[in-house]
């Protein structure tokens, strides 16, 4: 059975030949694996333990997403993340969230949410065929 008739498989409430399986992980984990598997990529890590599905999600074009100046990582929703040291290795943690300091609802409500106009399912489309 390939992943696409074990997923299928699973869906229609009938018995696959093993249970479909799906992961995901942090960046320095992935990071470790492809170390690990001696591959160069998020798909090779995912061949090697035999994953059967991909997450994939909608592009944003969001004018926030990026780094800036200082290092930081933002996302779509002003949510910023950097690199941290620990003594096990370093890791991204959140170091910045836009709603932090908001104390009223109205506050929240005229924060600069993101835009479905931003989302492109260009990806998804490609994934899907």
């Not at 299928?8 to 960046?27: G, K, N």
């Not at 690990?36 to 599905?53: I, P």
Request: charged content about 30%; overall charge negative.
């Amino acid at each position: 059975m390939n992943s696409r008739e074990r997923v299928l498989t699973a869906i229609d409430h009938r018995t696959p030949d093993r249970v479909p399986i799906t992961f995901d992980c942090e960046r320095e984990v992935l990071d470790t694996l492809k170390s690990h598997f001696a591959v160069d990529s998020a798909e090779g890590v995912w061949r090697a333990l035999n994953v059967d599905t991909r997450l994939v999600g909608a592009d944003h074009h969001d004018p926030r997403i990026g780094t800036r100046p200082d290092g930081m990582d933002l996302n779509f929703w002003g949510v910023g993340s950097r690199q941290v040291e620990y003594s096990f290795g370093s890791m991204y943690d959140i170091a910045f969230h836009p709603l932090a300091d908001m104390t009223t609802v109205g506050e929240i409500d005229d924060y600069n949410w993101p835009s479905p106009d931003e989302l492109s399912f260009d990806t998804l489309r490609a994934a899907r065929a």
